[in-house]
């Protein structure tokens, strides 16, 4: 999967795991939105139906959610969510055991 040349990218630290898609959020759609239920359009329909028909997709935001809710529930630090001006979603979910050791 890629959007204009660039592909999704993992960038692994110390404190924190740091995933940033080059696509953003389909048009109109906020974290806000995602983490309420509410229903999201999708970039590509055609490719999302066939994706559910195949079972390789869930619901629009579904991942997100369960990211958040996961966290949650383990006491984790709560995920950071960024939306920037050129268009790249990232994803920041900090290291519990990072937290644990440097809490102070």
Known sequence: YSV???KI???LFD???EITNPGGLPGGVTIQMILAGTEV???NPNLFRHGRELGLVEWAGSGIRK???EMQANDSPDPVFVVDD???FRVIL???WWA???KG
């Open 94 to 96: 900090p290291s519990y």
């Open 67 to 69: 990211i958040y809710n």
């Open 100 to 102: 644990v050791e440097h």
């Open 15 to 17: 404190d924190r795991l």
């Open 41 to 43: 359009g999708h970039r």
């Open 86 to 88: 050129s268009s790249v």
């Open 9 to 11: 990218r993992l960038f």
């Open 4 to 6: 204009h040349g660039s």
